[in-house]
């Protein structure tokens, strides 16, 4: 059975790049009936911190992501929170030195430094260049003496390695140009990333690590470091990175790509999901729309691709915007109103929200674009066009508006057809030149939804008001 693994660092939140390897890996599980891990990397206690975490384990609930075995779930191989496995590194590492493959180094900090100064001098491989395997003795104790604490370094004993990427194919490397003897215990005890990944990968039965092309370099030390502790490794895929609009790097520490900013702004979690699924995937036609459940059936890492994908906003806009329209008007309605006060951004009554929402389903690509739609229920907004408002015909408009308001008997759509029957004998315009004025006396736009379904859920009262402001008589409401 496949088990994959995402790993981060609770060092911040959650960014497009590291949740598309949530993504990808969850999906993988989904396909193949597999297990999805949630394993907590917090061994760097100085950076990592508990909100972070949390707010990771939020994030990726939110985006539908649930973890089989991890924190709050539990499983087989608890703790799945690195800090708390301290032990089980330690006991591992101590197995390699015994076994004579891995030694304390005692080579200082400064050294190290200076030698990669003289290789950048000399035009040699920026590596380590294994000094502290053949310390005698003799200097082991003075450097013990002189207060040096040691780490513990690997021995890279096979510098040529060759593997099989799943998306990348055969892939080849020289170690003698890229590392000497890599350090797995830093000199304060605590294992680093190289240590505790490969330690936990083999422990918790991870089968497939799928994860980005900056790692790739790493990945020829975790294979022989499994190997070198009696496991086999497992199978690796390595996605090639995001870049932003312009080709540039996609930083993680952009708050804009990051999936608390997505939610604030009111992308739906499957909209976000099935834009960042084809950062790199695609289904082998041209189809781009999936639902949650649909992108489950038809990823496979088959199709990941090995080119570097730009992460685009408008294509992420339109793609959520059509998320939006496959909504019935109910669950449009439901989760917009959560948007609206989760981020207190409701605008007017309650109820008469909840009655127009469905009339601006095609006129957002996400939630928080609805403010702007929605500031004529608050009646504090300026007019588009104040000229038009004044107009002694657009007057007219408004005053015979109010004279027919109260006769009105129709429901539904009928009522703005009943409505517009009777203004039309009493007013002398026309066409655009009676439309128009309905429309901005209504939101103050010139634009917007079609004015019948806004118009009949709106309701006389509210309508009332809105003529007589255009006509300068008052407010929709009276401020605080």
């Known amino acids: 059975m496949i088990r994959v ?20 890996n969850f999906l993988l599980a989904k396909k193949e009936r ?26 990726l609930r939110w985006l539908g992501l649930g973890w089989d075995e ?25 197995k390699l030195i015994d076994e004579g493959k891995a030694y304390y180094c005692y080579v200082t900090p400064e050294e190290t430094e200076a030698a990669k100064k003289e290789a950048v001098l000399h035009h040699r491989p920026l590596r380590f260049d294994n000094r502290g395997r053949d310390f005698s003795t003799k200097e082991i104790d003075d450097r013990k003496a002189r207060g040096i604490k040691p780490t513990v370094r690997f021995k890279i004993e096979n510098p040529e390695l ?23 215990q830093r000199a304060d005890g605590t294992p680093t990333f190289h240590m505790t990944v490969c330690v936990d990968d083999a422990l918790m039965g991870i089968t497939h690590v799928i994860r980005g092309e900056d790692h ?23 996605l090639s990175l995001i870049h932003g609009p ?36 695609a289904p082998g036609n041209d189809r781009e729309i999936f639902r949650w459940e649909e992108l489950q059936q038809a990823f496979s890492l088959e199709h990941v691709g090995k080119s570097s994908s730009n992460f685009d906003p408008d294509k992420l806009n339109w793609l959520n915007g059509q998320h939006l329209r496959l909504l019935s008007d109910s669950e449009f309605t439901e989760q917009a109103m959560a948007y609206l006060l989760r981020e207190e951004k409701l605008l007017g009554e309650e109820a008469l929200v ?36 004044s107009r002694p015909e657009s007057r007219e408009v408004f005053e015979a508006a109010l004279a027919v308001l109260p006769e009105l008997t129709a429901q539904g759509d009928g009522l703005y057809q009943e409505f517009i029957d009777k203004i039309k004998p ?17 939101t103050g736009k010139e634009h917007g939804p079609e004015l019948k379904k806004l118009f009949s859920q709106l309701g006389t009262t509210f309508l009332k008001k809105c003529f007589e402001r255009a006509l300068g008589r008052g407010t929709l409401y009276e401020r605080n």
């Open 354 to 389: 909840r009655r127009v929402l469905p009339v601006f389903k095609e006129s957002v690509e996400y939630f928080e674009q609805l403010e702007e739609h929605l500031d004529f229920l608050e009646g504090y907004f300026e007019y588009d066009n104040q000229v038009l408002i």
């Open 216 to 238: 790739l370099p790493n990945t020829p030390k975790h294979i022989l470091l499994l190997e070198g502790m009696g496991f086999k490794p497992p199978a690796y895929g390595h």
């Open 246 to 281: 312009g080709g540039e790097p996609l930083s993680k520490r952009l708050a804009a790509v990051s999936v608390r900013e997505f939610r604030k702004k009111g992308y739906l979690p499957h909209g976000l999901a099935n834009y960042i699924a084809l950062l790199g995937w």
């Open 70 to 94: 991890g924190p709050g779930v539990g499983g087989p191989f608890a703790p799945y929170e690195q800090s708390k496995r301290s032990a089980i590194y330690q006991k591992y590492t101590q």
């Open 162 to 184: 060759k593997m099989h990427d799943l998306i990348r194919g055969d892939v080849a490397f020289n170690l003698d140009d890229m590392v000497g003897d890599f350090i797995i």
């Open 5 to 24: 693994r995402f790993a981060p660092s609770p060092t911040g939140f959650l960014h497009l790049g590291n949740v598309r390897t949530a993504l990808f």
């Open 426 to 442: 009493r007013v002398k315009a026309k066409g655009k030149d009676l439309f128009m004025p309905l429309r901005v006396a209504l």
């Open 34 to 59: 597999g297990t999805f891990i949630l394993r907590i990397e917090d061994t760097d206690l100085e950076r990592s911190r508990p909100e972070f975490q949390e707010g990771i384990m939020e994030d």
